[in-house]
């Protein structure tokens, strides 16, 4: 039963969605603040979370902050943010903060779901199923499909879910351009649900981890008006 941490301060709209996602079978831990959030999953429960649905307005300390946090503890754990307000700067600044995927409040079970659930495969070592040599080596960034590993002149490169998928999928293939509908099919699984937001926050997240100069980028290149390849070329 995967379990699911959900952080929401509202709690009428907590209590629903636990009972959502109850009957879809996931096991909930609740937070009503970002503080209770992060001292729940410092604590031994917390080893339990594989999940984390967070909305961005908090009280005290913001989802914005809290995802932050979340990140600089750990690269693993997949999120979810929930806003109540399509505004595009929020959406953009929760996406650079670190979350995986987003949805508007109020958001339908099926759509709350289906974006937990695509979030759960992106975590899955299914990741090892990679068709080409198990380690690409280029200029200094080394990818270890086999072991999940990416280092950069030696030194590890700790890669959330989404962002390792997307170097795996960038790099299997290199100077191909892959569309941003293309990248959000294979990386996140939305087939519909789909936002390019999703995969320019997630190329310039992972761009300031393997890049050495991120606005210079070598190895994840923009093809303007298509999308994006793997160099060096």
Not at 63 to 83: K, N
Not at 168 to 175: I, K, N, R, W
Request: hydrophobic share 45%; aromatic share 4%; proline share 6%.
């Amino acid at each position: 039963m995967p379990q699911v941490l959900l952080i929401e301060d509202d709690t009428s709209v907590r209590d629903g969605m636990e009972l959502v996602l109850r009957r879809h079978g996931y096991g909930v831990e609740t937070a009503a603040t970002g503080e209770e959030a992060l001292a729940l999953l410092a604590g031994e429960r917390g080893a339990l979370v594989e999940l984390a649905v967070l909305d961005l307005m908090l009280p005290g300390m913001d989802g914005f902050e809290v995802c932050r946090r979340i990140r600089a503890r750990t690269a693993a754990l997949p999120v979810i943010m929930l806003t109540a307000r399509g505004d595009d700067r929020d959406i953009v600044a929760g996406l650079e903060a670190g979350a995986d995927d987003y949805v508007v409040k109020p958001v339908t079970a099926p759509v709350l779901e289906a974006r937990i659930r695509a979030a759960l495969r992106r975590a899955e070592p299914s990741l090892r199923q990679e068709p080409d040599a198990d380690v690409t080596d280029l200029a200094g960034l080394v990818i270890d499909r086999a072991g999940l590993t990416v280092t950069r002149n030696g030194t590890p490169v700790p890669l959330p879910p989404t962002e390792l998928r997307l170097l795996l999928e960038l790099s299997a293939s290199p100077g191909r351009v892959f569309t941003r509908e293309q990248l959000l099919a294979s990386v996140w699984d939305h087939t519909f649900l789909g936002d390019s937001r999703l995969v320019d926050a997630a190329v310039g997240r992972l761009r300031a981890k393997i890049e050495e100069v991120p606005g210079r980028p070598r190895y994840v290149q923009t093809v303007r008006g298509f999308g994006y390849r793997f160099g060096p070329l």
